[in-house]
Each structure stands twice: as C-alpha cells, then as structure tokens.
C-alpha cells in the first residue's frame, strides 16, 4: 500500500498510532475512526502500531488525528525538512506551500523564502520523494541534500533506563521472599519498603495511571488499567497495614507485589518492543536498498545527481559493487546482477544489452549503462515495499475472531475480579486475602497477547516471503493459501520457459514454403505473443522481407488477424480453423505427429469473399523448465492435486503433463474456458489456487480461491493475484503453501498460548493459589513469547533457494 494513495472513488492512508497497549486498544481506535464522517474502512495492527485508513475523497486528515485523540491515543507524525531551490519571491513560497499540501497525508507545510527552508509535518509513510515530486510540478526544486526527518515514536524501542531502576529499587523488597526459599527469616522495615515502592508505583509507573486514565475517559478498558488497578490496590493495602499498625508492625506488606508487577510488566513491554521491531525488518531492509545518489551521462560527463531529480531516459552509471538506482535496461556493458533481496535469486544474473536491471540489486564485475526506465513510486521495488506494507498492515479473516473476544475482554476480567474479591470475602472474611486475590486476577489477564498473535505472525510470514522471492500482497490469500488442496498450472512461461522456437512450417497442396514464412511474420511482425517472437526469429535468421499489414487483431486464445494487401489472413489454433470451416487434409498426418512430439501446431489461412483456404502449419517447440519437475513432485509430497490448463494442442498439453507427472491436463481452453475449469474444481471441493503469467489467465487467477502469478508475466496477472512470485521458477509455488501453512500455524500457537495463559491463569488467580508477583511475570511473559514465537518464522528458508534448508520448526 502507498503511504497515502487517491483515487475517484476512495484515498488509503497509513496513521502511526502511539500509547496503544493491547487488542482493547486496537478496538478502541478502530471504532474512533469509523464514527468519522466519510471513513470507509479502517484496520490497526497492534504490532506496527498503524492504522490503515480508507475515507471518501475530502474528508480531513485533522478529523482523524481529532478522533484519535479524542479516544485517548496520539496519531504519531513526522517532520520532514529540506531546500527549495528556484524561489524568488512570496507567490513562489505560496505556490510551493500549495503544492506540499496536495499530497496526501502532509498536515502542513511552511515555506521560508528567507531560508529557502520547507518544513513539512506529514504521517508515517509520507517520503522525500512524495514530496520533491509536488515540489517539481510547482517548477521548483526540492534540494533532498538538506533533508533531516525527525524520528518518529513508532517502532521505537522504550528507554531501559526506567527497568533498570525499578528492579534496584523492587530487588531490596523481593529478597525476603527469596530468601524464605531456603529458611532465611528477615524483613525490610515497613516505612523502608514504601520508600522503596512509592517511586515505582507513581514515577516509573506512571505510563500506566496516564493510559488508564484516557481510557476510562474514552468509556472503554485496557491493560494498562487492569495493571493500574491491581498495583493500586496491592500499594493501598500494604500502605493502610502498615499505617494501621504503627509501631508494633505488620507480619507481611505487599509492596513487593506492586513494585514487582510494575517492574516486569515495564521490562515485559522492553522485550515485546524489541521482538516486534524485528519482524518488520523485512521492510526496513527493503528500504535501505533505496540509492540516495546516481551517476548520470550529462554530456558526456559523470554528474552525482540525487535519485528523486531523475527522469525517464536519463543514462545511469554503475560501476562494479554498486547498487543500482533506477529500474532500466541495460544500453552499455556487460556484467552479473545479484538480485537476491529483491528476487530472492541466490545466484548473481548475466545481464547485457537490452536486458532490464532492477533498482536496489547489486552490480556485479561489469561497468553499465543504465537507460531509466522507471523511477519513484512506479520502480519494483518501490512497488514491492508498497505491496508487503498492504499485506502487513491488514487483518486476517481470523482477527475478526480474536477483536470480538478483545472487546469485551477487560469488562469481563474487571468482573472477575469484584466476583474474586466478594467469593473470597463471603467464604474467608479475611478482605486483605480476598484483595489480592482479586489484585492476581487483575494482573494476569492479558489482553495484549491477544492482539500481537496474528499480526506478528503475518508481519514475519510475509517478510520472510519477499525476502526468498515470493511477495504476498493479499493476507487473506495468505491465510488461504495453507488449506490448498489443487494447483492448476498454466503451461506456456510458467512450466515451460515460454520462449517457443519455431520447428517446422509445412506448406498445403500448391504453397511454398517461402509463401508460409512470408506471411505468418507479417501477421507476427507487430505481436509481443511468444511465439510471434519465435516467427519473427526464424525471419531473422532467413532473412525474409515482409510486407506491411493493416486491420491487425488480435482474437483472444484463437489467434491473429490483419489484412495483406486486401486479402484477410489469419493464424492460430486448431480452434480457429475448425470455425472457419476449413480441413487440414493431408496435414492432418503431420500436425498429429508434430503433436504427439509436444510440439504446438499454429495453422495460417487465406480468407476470401465466399470461404477460408489453408496454407500450411507452423510448429513450436517450448522447454520445459528444469524446476517444473521439482515444483510437481513438491506438491505431491504435499497432498496437492496438479491440473493443467492451457490454451495449447490437446497433444502438446499432454506431452509436457506426462512428462512431469501432472495429475490432469485441460488442452485448448479460452480464458473463460480456464475460469469455468476452476470454478468445477472448487464444486468439487477443492481449494484451488491457480498459477499463471499472460494476460489471458488473469480472469482464472481472479476464479481462483488463490491466485499466484509470475513476475515474469504481464502486469494484469500480477494485479490479478494475491501472490507473486518474483522469479519465473514454478518451485516457489510450493514455498509459497509452505510459508503460509507455518505462518498459519503461528498464528494458532499464538493464540493458543494468549488464550491459555488467561483460560488458566485467571481461575487460579480467583482461587487463590497465584501469587500476585508470579502473575505479573506470567502476564509479561505472555506477549513475549508469543511475539518471540512468531519470529521463528524468519529462519525459514524455501526449496527455491539451492543449497538452503529449512530450520524452523
């Protein structure tokens, strides 16, 4: 997802949420935000502390960082500072502060023109580049030299300063109790352990009070009012006690309690902090491949010129190690690219003239010149973080769950806790007992467990995704894509290479061969079709002239058409010259030897006034890639079910389909064709997922419970699928069942383990056999290790990587 994209209908906006504690909190805002006029649809994730925010065109970002505020958080924002270069007079600090303010996402924007300084304060997701381009439809320059963003609150990890100060001064009054352990008897005087307990409570606790207190204001509950409650009522009792006892003193306080919880819970909040700044290194990686400065030919000359002031058709530079700059082609040099963070390839890529480079992979030994092709938002790999960020910022369909539970979850343990403190006062009436009983169940529950399982899982699952080539853009194609049951294939670019060669051509009664060749590369002489490229290079290769066409068309999974010199010719599949009317005759014999070779059979005809008349065949020939045979035998050891669907001859589909071992294969199918073939699977009960690369199979990735398309296809598939896969290499189709099936199983485990420590927890808390102390470490604990769980998930390695093995387990 961009930072902040518009469109007619609706504009996305990314809010960095600060002070949110727990799932409680998540709703809260959630709720805040929709009840703002003109919001369509909102989504927070605990984990990255943001808010994805979908509103009509118009509506005020003031009213959303009013409305979360209002609900008792801040709507975290940045401040970005840089140069202007071109300004002359006040209209142009006027102008440019105008066009700082159309971009989404900016909340104000000052221009001195004494300075020639902009001051932009924006949300989280706002960049530079955004900017500078504004800057330049207004006719300046933005100078990005000068620019200096101040750090955000979001992602940044707590001071430790405020830990290691209340354990020193909540070590002096646990010891006793670990002391008891092994029969040592001493206790700190009561007037020492309040001085002792009350800095914690009120200074080092104070995060607390202060959250507990918007939150009440706000109508609703969270941890940090179960956290202030319980340390409260602990710290009040213990300080009554020893009050009321005076000099004669007291058999047992409990300022160890309050002080202790108040401790753990900080270091607790240090801890998940930093586990969950490590699942979104994926993204932080992803942008620190981002060059700042490119080398660019100005007159023949090398000028170190700042990325964001590049234009389509500038010549870059790289030398040998550098990073490239800007999506191109490559116009000067020869060299290997290592593309492994972008593509997860592990091996470095040949890449020479006329061949693309991507921006953020690494030069190899070769000096290039890079022709820009693509720069800002529209290069791969702003589009890649773009899409992971979508993924990561988005809720499960199994969130839902987990937000009805969250909602009502402090109310209900707030409920427990009165039942805890009046069973216990009915059955002992001892109500210092029946207190901290009550105060156990107060500290135990933990509602922020709850709100980290699914989104950490997600933010490591789709990092360590893109970080081996498979880029999930969809989450509920994620948490879809572990109960796959059938794959279905397309053939041509996806399990073969998809770079067909032209085989034979066989002319019909009274044709030359010549007169085949001549007019199948005219019809083909305009096509970007592979095998109008495999037409076009045995015409190369024969040095054949042809002629110019008119009325060229394409007729989708038939053929073409175009008219030569008056005449309508025509070439393409079998289905397309049965519907002519037209019989191969005595090629017949031959396209079926042709076809049970594997080879594709593409039939040219002459149409006149009154019927269509055959002049020959052509045959292509297409590899097999060598992954394909693992990316089936994968699947199979999986328990997945392999079709086939392709446009192609029944005898080519199942040539390759025996070959690798494909469980059915459906020859000669148009696009609606391969939809209708999914939508029989998914009667039949399958979950079906459908891999493919052209233009014609993106209605069938859309039928598709899962869609998964090649990056080396066009660009309507990949928008079509939920996920693509980087590299043309049919085993990451597997990988890609893998990462979400463990992804999967660390969302369960982490809601599993969030909702046992409560389920368990809290009846023991109300039964009086938990520890005030112990429940503060279980509650600090909980969300520990179930972030810490999900971050397993980045030592996962896929079969598509040679050479590596899996070790998460």
């Known amino acids: 997802m961009s930072p902040a994209s518009d469109s007619s209908s609706a504009r996305e906006l990314r809010l960095g949420i600060g002070g949110m504690s727990c799932a409680s909190c998540v709703s809260r805002v959630e709720k805040a935000l929709l009840h703002v006029a003109g919001v369509k649809e909102v989504s927070v994730n605990l984990a990255t502390e943001e808010a994805s925010v979908k509103t009509a065109p118009g509506v005020p970002l003031e009213a959303l960082t009013e409305a979360v505020r209002q609900a008792g958080y801040q709507a975290v924002t940045q401040t970005i500072a840089f140069q202007i270069d071109g300004m002359s007079c006040a209209s142009c600090a006027g102008r440019v502060e105008k066009a700082l303010l159309t971009v989404s996402g900016v909340l104000k924007a000052s221009v001195n023109l004494a300075t020639e300084k902009a001051t932009v304060e924006a949300l989280p997701g706002v960049t530079f580049s955004l900017l500078a381009a504004a800057v330049a439809k207004a006719g300046y320059t933005a100078n990005p030299v000068a620019e200096q963003q101040a750090e955000t609150t979001r992602n940044r990890l707590p001071e430790w300063w405020p830990i290691a100060l209340s354990a020193l001064l909540t070590l002096p009054l646990i010891a006793p ?66 009050v009321r006892s005076g000099d004669e003193g007291t058999s047992h306080l409990y300022f160890e309690a309050s002080a202790a919880i108040i401790t753990l819970v900080l270091l607790g909040k240090w801890l998940e902090a930093r586990a969950k700044r490590q699942t979104a290194d994926a993204i932080r990686a992803l942008n620190a491949l981002r060059p700042s400065i490119a080398r660019v030919l100005v007159d023949g000359q090398e000028v170190m010129t700042p990325v964001e002031r590049l234009a389509i058709g500038d010549m870059v530079v790289v030398r040998p190690g550098e990073r490239i700059a800007v999506d191109g082609e490559v116009a000067v040099g020869q060299s290997h690219v290592d593309e492994a963070l972008i593509t997860g390839e592990s091996l470095p890529v040949a890449k020479n003239m006329g061949d693309k480079v991507t921006g953020g992979s690494i030069n190899g030994e070769g000096l290039l010149h890079v022709r820009t092709m693509a720069i800002g938002a529209e290069t791969t790999l702003a589009r890649i973080i773009r899409l992971v960020e979508s993924a990561q910022a988005a809720k499960a369909p199994i969130q839902r769950i987990v937000d009805r539970v969250s909602a009502v979850f402090v109310p209900a343990v707030l409920v427990i806790a009165v039942a805890t403190f009046a069973g216990w006062m009915w059955y002992s009436g001892n109500w210092e007992q029946a207190l901290i009983n009550a105060v156990a169940v107060l500290v135990i529950a933990c509602p922020c467990a709850l709100g980290l399982a699914t989104p950490t899982a997600i933010m490591a699952g789709t990092g360590v995704a893109a970080r ?56 083909q002489q305009t096509s970007d079709h592979p095998l109008a490229h495999a037409v076009m290079e045995k015409v190369r290769e024969r040095n054949v002239a042809l002629p110019e066409v008119s009325e060229a068309k394409v007729l989708p999974g038939r053929g073409v058409q175009a008219r030569l010199g008056g005449t309508l010719m025509l070439l393409g599949s079998s289905r397309l010259m049965q519907e002519h009317g037209v019989s191969p005759g005595r090629l017949a014999a031959v396209a079926a030897s042709l076809e049970s070779e594997g080879k594709t059979i593409s039939w040219l005809l002459r149409q006149s006034d009154s019927s ?25 050891e999986l328990g997945i079910k392999t079709v086939m669907l392709t446009g192609d001859n029944q005898g080519s589909a199942r040539a390759v389909s025996a070959e690798l071992g494909i469980d059915e294969v459906r020859a ?28 014609n199979d ?104 040679v050479g590596t093995e899996r070790t998460e387990k």
């Open 612 to 636: 269509s008349e055959l002049l020959g065949l052509l045959a292509f020939g297409d590899t097999i890639k060598p992954a394909s045979y693992q990316a089936v035998a994968r699947l199979r």
């Open 177 to 242: 109790m670990l002391l008891s352990l092994v029969g040592v008897d001493w206790m700190l005087d009561g007037w020492v352990q309040v001085t002792l307990a009350t800095p914690v409570q009120f200074w080092l606790g104070w995060r607390f009070y202060r959250a507990a207190w918007k939150a009440i204001k706000a109508g609703a509950g969270n941890m940090d009012l179960l956290v202030a409650l319980g340390t409260s009522a602990a710290y009040g009792l213990s300080v009554y006690l020893l």
């Open 468 to 523: 081996q080539g498979i880029l999930i853009k969809d989450v509920e194609a994620l948490e879809l894509a572990h109960s796959v049951t059938a794959v279905a294939f397309d053939k041509t670019g996806t399990l073969t290479e998809g770079k067909p060669s032209l085989v034979a051509f066989e002319p019909a009664e009274g044709i030359s061969k010549d007169t085949v060749l001549h007019v199948a590369g005219a019809l």
């Open 668 to 695: 000669e199918l148009l696009p609606g064709d391969k939809s209708h073939a999914i939508q029989a699977l998914r009667e039949q009960g399958y979950v079906v997922a459908m891999v493919g690369d052209g233009l």
């Open 698 to 801: 993106a209605p069938s990735l859309v039928a598709a419970d899962v869609g998964l398309s090649m990056s080396t296809g066009t660009d309507v598939a990949m928008q079509a699928a939920g996920i693509t896969l980087m590299r043309g290499d049919p085993r990451l189709v597997a990988d890609a069942f893998d990462v979400s099936r463990r992804t999967y199983r660390k969302i369960k485990q982490g809601l599993f383990w969030a909702f046992a420590y409560n389920v368990l927890g809290i009846p023991l808390a109300t039964l009086g056999m938990l520890n005030p102390v112990v429940a503060g470490a279980a509650m600090a604990l909980s969300s520990v290790s179930v972030v810490t769980n999900a971050l397993l998930l980045r030592n996962w390695r896929g079969s598509a990587k």
